[in-house]
C-alpha cells in the first residue's frame, strides 16, 4: 500500500519517488524521457544516445547508456516544490544504488531566477560501485550564494556520466529539515 500522507514539500516529492519505485516502466533512452509528472531524464541531443531505462518494481531507475557522439549532459530531474527556503536549514537527499562498474554522479539544487536557473551542487560527488552502497548529502540553505532563498521553481538535478554506462538508482529521498 503507497502512503499518500505529503507533510512538507519533501514529503510530496518523496511520494512521487514511491510510486515510481512501485510501478513498472521501460523504454528507450532519448533526450527527454518524462517518468512521471516532476520526474524526467534529460539527455543532450549531442550524445546521440542509445540504450534503454527501466523502472522496475522495488527500484526507481536502472539505466544501460551508450552515447554514440560526445557531448556535455546527462541527467535525472526531480521536481522539488519548494519556493521559499527561508523556514529550512538544510535541505539535502539520500541515494542508494550500485553500477556493475564504478561510476560518479554530481547532484544540484537547480533554482529558476529571471535569467535562467542557477545551480548550487552538493559538496560531495555520488559514488555508485559494485556493492549496494548509499550516499547522504545536505546543503545549509542559509550560506549558499547559488542557492536563492526564493525561487519561482526547483529541481533535485543528477548529473549522470556521459560516456557509455550501466547503473541502478534503488531509492532516493529528499529531506528538509
Known amino acids: 500500500m503507497t502512503n499518500s500522507i505529503a507533510l512538507g514539500p519533501d514529503g510530496q516529492v518523496n511520494h512521487t519517488l514511491s510510486v515510481l519505485r512501485?510501478?513498472?516502466?521501460?523504454?528507450?533512452?532519448?533526450?527527454?524521457?518524462p517518468l512521471l509528472p516532476g520526474v524526467d531524464l534529460h539527455i543532450d541531443p549531442a550524445l546521440r544516445i542509445a540504450g534503454r531505462y527501466s523502472s522496475p518494481k522495488g527500484r526507481l531507475l536502472e539505466i544501460d547508456a551508450r552515447p554514440t557522439r560526445?557531448?556535455?549532459?546527462?541527467?535525472f530531474h526531480v521536481a522539488l516544490p519548494v519556493r521559499d527556503?527561508?523556514?529550512y536549514g538544510a535541505l539535502g537527499f539520500v541515494l542508494r544504488g550500485t553500477a556493475p562498474d564504478m561510476q560518479v554522479i554530481r547532484a544540484c539544487v537547480r533554482s529558476g531566477i529571471k535569467d535562467g536557473f542557477a545551480d548550487c551542487f552538493f559538496d560531495k560527488h555520488v559514488l555508485l560501485r559494485s556493492e549496494?552502497?548509499?550516499?547522504v548529502d545536505a546543503l545549509s540553505v542559509q550560506d549558499r550564494p547559488n542557492l536563492p532563498d526564493i525561487s519561482d521553481w526547483r529541481e533535485l538535478?543528477?548529473?549522470l556520466?556521459?560516456?557509455a554506462f550501466r547503473a541502478s538508482l534503488?531509492?532516493?529521498r529528499v529531506f528538509l529539515v
Open 22 to 33: 512501485n510501478e513498472s516502466r521501460k523504454g528507450a533512452l532519448a533526450k527527454h524521457v
Open 70 to 75: 560526445e557531448g556535455n549532459w546527462a541527467a
Open 85 to 87: 527556503l527561508r523556514t
Open 132 to 135: 549496494e552502497s548509499s550516499h
Open 157 to 159: 538535478v543528477l548529473f
Open 161 to 163: 556520466p556521459t560516456r
Open 170 to 172: 534503488i531509492d532516493l
